[in-house]
């Protein structure tokens, strides 16, 4: 019973170094883009939801226009709590 223990935490701690090693690499590659002229921006532009104040996006948000402006929520609910 033991041996499986001891086997189970030096597992635990294989796993833990790679993934440490590999936060390493990705850190490492994300700096180097972060250099470039061209950071990778991110595609869609979020928008706040006034009702309970998530970012949502606006392609799968459920969007409300109201006196010209168009407001996005993240739910049915914020929405019917907005139009009351
Ligand atoms: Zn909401």
Redesign the pocket.
Same mark, same amino acid.
């Given at each position: 019973m033991l041996r499986f223990v001891l086997l189970a935490i030096l597992l635990l701690l294989i796993a833990r170094a790679f993934w440490r090693v590999m936060d390493g690499v990705i850190e490492a590659a994300g700096g180097r883009s972060r250099r470039g002229r061209s950071p990778r921006a991110p595609a869609v532009k979020l928008v706040r $939801?006034p %009702? =309970?104040?998530?970012y %949502?996006a606006p392609a799968n948000a459920l969007s409300l226009t109201a006196g010209g402006t168009t407001h996005y929520?993240?739910?049915e $609910? =914020?929405r019917k709590k907005f139009r009351t």
């Open positions: $939801d %009702v =309970c104040g998530t %949502v929520f993240c739910s $609910d =914020c």
